[in-house]
T-cell receptor
Framework: AQSVTQPDIHITVSEGASLELRCNYS??????LFWYVQSPGQGLQLLLK??????LVQGIKGFEAEFKRSQSSFNLRKPSVHWSDAAEYFC????????????FGGGTRLMVKP | EAQVTQNPRYLITVTGKKLTVTCSQN?????MSWYRQDPGLGLRQIYY???????DKGDVPEGYKVSRKEKRNFPLILESPSPNQTSLYFC?????????????FGPGTRLTVL
């Protein structure tokens, strides 16, 4: 069975600083990987996804993530954080042999200092 | 507009009083799923459906029922709600055409069971 770990429950960064949110997964084959963002009181919005090919994927809102098979990681990055990026971020792994199932990490809550 | 809708958005009820949370999608998706979100645990899958009249248990199905009589609707039923079912619930849908596809999420239903 697949699993996802987001080691950081909370992260605080200053506006304009760079950001990296960590995600480690466990899955027996090449995974489908996702990052979702949940703004306060909102549903989940897909930031980016990795299915295959280039291991550096670009998403919306200036985010990117890099798939590193050797480290079983899919860390999310942004070079300069904006106050509107304050939200909760979820990493998820999809199992293509289990009915489109998504397994989520516990989430990382990002706070942005002015 | 392509979307997943859920009703109600907020619900406060008492232990043992049967309730139904509706979910509807207008994208003709085969796959639909229910998740619950709890602090620190991310989203966990309750039930999913690969098509009409086809449903299966996710990771945390106890205390829940679902049905899929029509392709667009996937209601979540709590026959006898208990306080440990107080949570934020999300419905999601995706196409199954051509392999793995991203899931689209509804806005969420916040349920409180007293």
């Amino acid at each position: 069975a697949q699993s996802v770990t987001q080691p950081d429950i909370h992260i605080t960064v200053s506006e304009g600083a760079s950001l990296e949110l960590r995600c480690n997964y466990s899955y027996g084959a090449t995974p489908y990987l996702f990052w979702y963002v949940q703004s306060p009181g909102q549903g989940l919005q897909l930031l980016l996804k990795y299915f295959s090919g280039d291991t550096l994927v670009q998403g919306i809102k200036g985010f990117e993530a890099e798939f590193k098979r050797s480290q079983s990681s899919f860390n999310l990055r942004k070079p300069s954080v904006h106050w509107s990026d304050a939200a909760e971020y979820f990493c998820a792994v999809g199992a293509h042999n289990a009915g489109n199932m998504l397994t989520f990490g516990g989430g990382t809550r990002l706070m942005v200092k002015p | 507009e392509a979307q997943v809708t859920q009703n109600p958005r907020y619900l406060i009820t008492v232990t043992g009083k049967k309730l139904t949370v509706t979910c509807s999608q207008n994208m003709n998706h085969e796959y639909m799923s229910w998740y619950r979100q709890d602090p620190g645990l991310g989203l966990r899958q309750i039930y999913y459906s690969m098509n009409v009249e086809v449903t299966d248990k996710g990771d945390v199905p106890e205390g829940y029922k679902v049905s899929r009589k029509e392709k667009r609707n996937f209601p979540l039923i709590l026959e006898s709600p208990s306080p440990n079912q107080t949570s934020l619930y999300f419905c999601a849908s995706s196409s199954l055409a051509g392999g793995y596809n991203e899931q689209f999420f509804g806005p969420g239903t916040r349920l409180t069971v007293l």
